[in-house]
Each structure stands twice: as structure tokens, then as C-alpha cells.
């Protein structure tokens, strides 16, 4: 770095993750879909200086300060920056926060490698942006799949698949598609969660493969739902995605209550989206109309809830 000051902002976007989340860190594919509400951060670098500070933490509500700089650090190895560098100072806003579930972690990162090479006169590819933000995300998860920083940084729907080159393809999805996203309230660690499913594996080898050869299938099927647009049955997908979550115990009485609420309130499917244990849930529902009553009904229950349309915004190339 040879600036005294340099000035930077970025997004990073967040994901919901359709069908697979866990099961997609021991390489069996998954489905997830941008959500666009973005974390935005800005930096700035003085020279002389020392040290990061952080304001407008971005509840992702995982771990404290320390993990923030830590993963910053991680971030700027990951860009092949000097991880002291006088001082940096990040802002960030989010205006979800403590929904975790949705990639704010991996929000973040992203947001930050983009804020990093604008500050640095850097024009950085895509590429380069994501494969920094997995570095800060293994600071969150110590071992994740990669999926958060992928739609985090390109903003599209996505078919991933852990260990291929590269691991993800494009997906296009017929027609929109209407999510109802709840928040539980409920704090989730990412890593917590991704650790109790190790144990279940060590503990039940085989169940926990039956679980994987099924949670292939699912997804395989709900993949050609999206794609020709039978939103019953994806639903359906999507039940089946939650009753295999909850057998890995990865659920919470809490989301699978909101979960049977959108159900009975006319949701095509229902399920909880991310590490669980907490966080957040989705529903797929058929129109606008019904989202947002499903979502006030949600909100009437004591759990703040959106309705949005994933992917209705094409940022090819990142934002
Ligand atoms: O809860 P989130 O947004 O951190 O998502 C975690 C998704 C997992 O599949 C559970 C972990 C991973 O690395 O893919």
C-alpha cells in the first residue's frame, strides 16, 4: 500500500439457501438463490496509523468484535494486502441485522474485499473478490462449503457443488420466485451448527450417509422444479429438505412452528434456510399477495419477516 489515505465501499449479497444447506459441505450439490439486501461496507486507510476498527458491527450475530477483525485480516491476506496497514477503519450497514441464516457473514466479506480495492486503486475480478471472502468466512465457520461467498459475490442463483472446478454453474429459474424470509430472533452460530453434524456423522455413519444419497435426489428433483417452474412441487421439495434438517437436528422448535404457520397460512413449502439452530426460515409462496400476508402474520407472532423476489435483479458481473 502506498497511499497515505485511500477511500473505499462495496456490497456483498446475501443468500438464501433453497435446498441442502449442511449437506452441501460434504459435497452433495445445493440450490441457493441472492437475496437483495446487501451488506455495504466502507474503509477508510490512514497512513501513518495502526490497527482496524469496526462500526456499525453487521449483526451476524457470530461471535464479537475479534471475529470481525479477524476475519478482516483474513480478507486482506486473501487480497494479498498487508494485514497492518496502518489504520483501517470499516463501516458497515445492514439493514437485517441478527437475521443469520441469510450469508451476512459472507455479506461482509465480500463487501469489504470490494470497499479494500476501490480504497487501493485496485480493480479486482469477481474471482478475486470471492475466493478473499472464503478466507473470511473460514474464520465464521472453520470449514464452509463456499456457497455464502459465491452468491454473496455474483448475486445469481446458483447450483454448487463442493470439490468441482469451479464449483458452481448458473441456474436459471423459470418465472419469479416468492419467498417468504422469517427471522427466529434466535442467534445461530454457524459453526456450532456445522459441528453438531460432524458429531452426527461420527455417531451415525450410516443414517448420516442415507441422509446424503437422499438429500442428492432432493435435490436433483427441485433443481428441474425451479428450472421448468413447478412451484407445488418444489414446495414439496422444500418440506422434504426441512423433515431431513430436522432428523440431522439441526432445526429449532421456534423455526419449525413459523415453518407450519406458512403452511397452514397457504405456503407452497416451507423450511429453515442456513446453519439453523436459530436464524431464519423460508417460505415459497405463489403470489406477492399471500407473501405479504404471510409475512405480517409472521410479524404479528413476535418474528420480523420479508417477502422477497430472488433473483429478480440480474447482477451479472457483481454489483
Ligand atoms: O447460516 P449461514 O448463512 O452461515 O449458512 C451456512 C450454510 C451451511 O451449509 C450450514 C454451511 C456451509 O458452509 O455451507
Given at each position: 500500500?502506498?497511499?497515505?489515505?485511500?477511500?473505499?465501499r462495496?456490497r456483498g449479497?446475501?443468500k438464501?439457501i433453497?435446498?441442502?444447506?449442511?449437506?452441501?459441505?460434504?459435497?452433495?450439490?445445493a440450490?441457493?438463490?441472492?437475496?437483495?439486501r446487501?451488506?455495504?461496507?466502507?474503509v477508510e486507510?490512514h497512513?501513518?496509523?495502526k490497527?482496524i476498527?469496526l462500526?456499525?458491527f453487521?449483526?451476524a450475530?457470530?461471535?464479537?468484535d475479534?471475529?470481525?477483525?479477524?476475519?478482516?485480516?483474513?480478507v486482506?491476506?486473501?487480497?494479498?494486502?498487508d494485514p497492518?496497514?496502518?489504520?483501517?477503519?470499516i463501516?458497515?450497514r445492514?439493514d437485517?441485522?441478527?437475521w443469520?441464516?441469510?450469508?451476512s457473514?459472507?455479506?461482509f466479506?465480500?463487501?469489504?474485499?470490494?470497499a479494500?480495492?476501490?480504497?487501493?486503486?485496485r480493480?479486482?475480478?469477481?474471482?478475486?473478490?470471492?475466493r478473499?471472502a472464503?478466507?473470511?468466512?473460514?474464520i465464521?465457520?472453520a470449514?464452509?462449503s463456499?456457497?455464502?461467498n459465491?452468491v454473496?459475490t455474483?448475486g445469481?442463483?446458483l447450483?454448487?457443488v463442493?470439490g468441482r472446478?469451479?464449483p458452481w454453474e448458473?441456474i436459471r429459474?423459470?418465472?419469479?420466485?416468492?419467498?417468504?424470509?422469517g427471522?427466529s430472533g434466535?442467534?445461530?452460530?454457524?459453526?456450532?451448527?456445522v459441528?453438531r453434524v460432524?458429531?452426527f456423522?461420527?455417531e451415525r455413519?450410516?443414517v448420516?450417509?442415507a441422509?446424503?444419497?437422499?438429500a442428492g435426489a432432493?435435490?436433483?428433483?427441485?433443481r428441474g422444479?425451479?428450472e421448468?417452474?413447478d412451484?407445488?412441487?418444489?414446495?414439496?421439495?422444500?418440506n422434504?429438505?426441512?423433515?431431513?434438517?430436522?432428523?440431522l437436528?439441526?432445526?429449532?422448535?421456534?423455526l419449525?412452528?413459523?415453518?407450519a404457520f406458512?403452511?397452514?397460512?397457504?405456503?407452497?413449502g416451507?423450511?429453515l434456510?442456513?446453519?439453523?439452530?436459530?436464524?431464519?426460515?423460508?417460505?415459497l409462496?405463489?403470489?406477492a399477495?399471500?407473501?405479504?400476508?404471510?409475512?405480517?402474520g409472521?410479524q404479528?407472532?413476535g418474528?420480523?419477516?420479508i417477502?422477497v423476489e430472488?433473483?429478480?435483479e440480474?447482477h451479472r458481473g457483481?454489483?
Open positions: 500500500m502506498d497511499e497515505h489515505r485511500g477511500e473505499g462495496g449479497f446475501r438464501a433453497l435446498i441442502n444447506e449442511h449437506f452441501v459441505v460434504y459435497g452433495v450439490p440450490v441457493a438463490v441472492p437475496v437483495f446487501p451488506v455495504e461496507v466502507s486507510l497512513r501513518p496509523g490497527g476498527r462500526w456499525g453487521p449483526g450475530g457470530k461471535g464479537g475479534g471475529e470481525m477483525v479477524q476475519a478482516a485480516r483474513a486482506m491476506q486473501g487480497l494479498g494486502i497492518e496497514p496502518g489504520e483501517l477503519r463501516r458497515c445492514d437485517l441485522p441478527n443469520s441464516g441469510l450469508g457473514s459472507a455479506g466479506c465480500v463487501a469489504l474485499a470490494r479494500l480495492c476501490e480504497a487501493l486503486g480493480s479486482c475480478p469477481d474471482e478475486t473478490i470471492n478473499a472464503y478466507q473470511g468466512e473460514r465464521f465457520a470449514n464452509p463456499g456457497i455464502d459465491t454473496a455474483y445469481r442463483s447450483w454448487y463442493r472446478t469451479p448458473w429459474t423459470a418465472g419469479p420466485l416468492r419467498l417468504v424470509i427471522s434466535l442467534p445461530a452460530s454457524t459453526r456450532e451448527q459441528e460432524a458429531r456423522k461420527e455413519p450410516s448420516f450417509s441422509l446424503l444419497e437422499e432432493l435435490v436433483r428433483k427441485a422444479e425451479l421448468v417452474g412451484w407445488p412441487s418444489l414446495g414439496e421439495s422444500m422434504q429438505g426441512h423433515a431431513m434438517l430436522r432428523r437436528g439441526v432445526s429449532h422448535g421456534v419449525d412452528e413459523m415453518v406458512c403452511l397452514r397460512e397457504g405456503a407452497l416451507a423450511k434456510t442456513g446453519a439453523g439452530g436459530g436464524g431464519c426460515m423460508i417460505a409462496v405463489e403470489d399477495e399471500l407473501g405479504t400476508r404471510i409475512a405480517a409472521l404479528r407472532m418474528y420480523p419477516a417477502c430472488p433473483g429478480a440480474d457483481g454489483p
